[in-house]
């Protein structure tokens, strides 16, 4: 940052941002208020995150710093500077036949988890924090971890489904 | 696109101090910490956005839980997650526990502050009615040194606080007080995710008594406080009156319910009426006696 002679905080000004993205150290010069959400999608061309209520309500935006879902909508860039970041674009596997999709996006595929597509990088973000953490196939505790998630297509029964079933329980 | 004030971003008290001297009522920098409310502010649809920015990110001094000298100190920056995974905090302040699971969903809890929780002063702010039953104090800082504000003072108006606009929080105290007991009742629209229509916590510890089984100890020390029901989280004093050095049988449980109802005065809103508020605040409490008292 930038300060006028009182030591106050000034505008300007792009500061250069170092973190990993999927894997992949980025640098990016952005104002430190910039969202986590613009960076990624604007700056970084990672289109798969998406915008829905820009206000934490409906966890379309779901990415994982350091491991944990957060709304990315919610988050300065500024605050990321050393963090891991990862999102919807990262889970699918490179592979000499192309990428293959993960576990739990195979299931949300079985299952029918998925219907116009807004919520679903958020969900499959959520979801996957949520069986890196050991979560189960427990429906009470799927349904705690995706709370923060909504869905206007599918009722989530499918979603819900599509967790357990890459959780190892088929139901 | 949002607003992005300038934001420093200090990696020491000392620094942050240093940007805060430049921050005063007409011409505040505005901290943020997990940003669950103030990112809200930069899009601008609910008031002016802040101007000036100082982040607290980078600052440990504002982190930890310990349990030191009768009481569980909780950094400024611990965030819901943190508590709900504290073994302290379980031992010592599961009231806090079940409020911490209440607030948002996990994105949130991750991210949300204890600190903002108290500096942001919602009326309907989760944790803030459990502080002032658990008689908090919240330890502020500034380049002028520290001061311990008693939780009961710090709310002084609608969403203004005692805090000066150079000072942080810094921690909040809990004492542990041997035998007390506290619980926490949230009524929103959904179970995760909802802003408080009314939210309540109560404690109380049971009075010396025969050893004999049974709901006859009276309770003492009792504390009853409320949120969304006025501008301000509030305790509910003619309330604690009613249920102070008796024992809580159906008859005290029935007269501090109609007791609560005739001593808050809540408004209609975009979340809920003042009817509704007040008849749910009455029967939560009555259901939070009746649950304790085991009848
Ligand atoms: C989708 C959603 C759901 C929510 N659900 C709930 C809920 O159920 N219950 C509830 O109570 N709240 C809820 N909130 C509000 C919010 O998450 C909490 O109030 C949270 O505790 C704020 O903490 P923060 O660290 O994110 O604050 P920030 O947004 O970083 O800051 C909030 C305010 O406090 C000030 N501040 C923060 N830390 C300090 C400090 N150490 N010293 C001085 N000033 C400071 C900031 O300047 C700002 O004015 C919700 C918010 C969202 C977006």
Redesign the pocket.
């Known amino acids: 940052m930038t300060s006028d002679p009182a030591g106050r905080p000034e505008p300007d000004s792009a500061v250069t941002w170092r973190f990993s993205v999927n894997g992949d150290p980025v640098e990016v010069a952005a104002p430190g208020m910039r969202r986590l959400l613009d960076v990624l999608r604007e700056e970084l061309a990672l289109t798969g995150t998406k915008e829905g209520c820009g206000?934490?309500?409906c966890g379309a935006c779901t990415v994982l710093v350091d491991g944990v879902p957060v709304?990315s909508c919610?988050v300065p860039v500024c605050q990321v500077e050393g963090a891991r970041i990862a999102t919807v674009e990262g889970l699918a596997e490179p592979s000499p036949e192309g990428l293959v999709l993960d576990q739990l996006q195979q299931a949300f595929l079985e299952a029918g988890g998925a219907q116009c597509g807004i919520c679903t990088p958020g969900m499959l973000m959520a979801a996957r924090a949520y069986l890196d953490d050991g979560g189960t196939a427990d429906e009470d505790a799927i349904r705690e971890a995706i709370a923060?998630n909504l869905c206007r297509c599918t009722g989530y029964t499918k979603i819900v489904d599509a967790i357990a079933i890459a959780a190892g329980g088929r139901r | 696109m949002p607003v992005e004030p300038p934001i420093a971003t200090p990696t020491s008290l000392a620094d942050a101090y240093a940007v805060l001297a430049g921050s005063t009522a007409d011409d505040p920098i505005?901290?943020?910490?997990?940003?669950?409310?103030?990112?809200?502010r930069i899009t601008g649809e609910i008031g002016a956005p802040p101007a000036r920015m100082v982040d607290?990110s980078r600052l440990d001094a504002?982190r930890g839980i310990t349990v030191d000298g009768g009481a569980v100190i909780l950094g400024?920056?611990t965030t819901?997650t943190e508590i709900r995974r504290s073994d302290a905090c379980r031992e010592h302040l599961p009231a806090l526990v079940a409020a911490a699971a209440?607030?948002?969903?996990a994105q949130?809890q991750n991210?949300?502050?204890?600190?903002?929780?108290i500096?942001?002063a919602?009326p309907?702010?989760?944790?803030l009615p459990v502080l002032l039953v658990l008689d908090a104090e919240v330890i502020?800082g500034g380049a002028r040194g520290e001061r311990s504000i008693p939780v009961a003072d710090f709310w002084v108006a609608y969403r203004r606080t005692a805090?000066a606009p150079d000072?942080?929080?810094?921690r909040i105290r809990i004492p542990v007080a041997g035998g007390r007991e506290a619980r926490f009742r949230k009524i929103?629209t959904r179970r995760a995710?909802?802003?408080?229509k009314v939210v309540l916590a109560l404690a109380w510890r049971e009075g010396p008594g025969a050893a004999t089984a049974g709901p006859a100890r009276a309770w003492t020390d009792v504390r009853l406080a409320l949120g969304s029901v006025a501008d301000r989280p509030i305790r509910a004093r003619a309330t604690e009156a009613v249920l102070e050095g008796v024992a809580p049988t159906p008859a005290t449980a029935n007269a501090a319910a109609e007791a609560l109802a005739a001593e808050i005065h809540p408004i209609d809103d975009v979340r809920s009426t003042a009817d509704y508020r007040r008849a749910v605040a009455a029967r939560a409490l009555h259901r939070m006696i009746r649950d304790a008292a085991g009848w």
């Open positions: 206000e934490g309500e709304d919610l923060g | 505005t901290p943020i910490a997990g940003g669950t409310d103030v990112m809200v607290l504002l400024a920056r819901y209440t607030i948002g969903a949130i991210r949300g502050t204890l600190g903002g929780n500096a942001n919602s309907a702010g989760d944790t502020v805090l000072e942080l929080i810094l929103g995710q909802a802003i408080s």
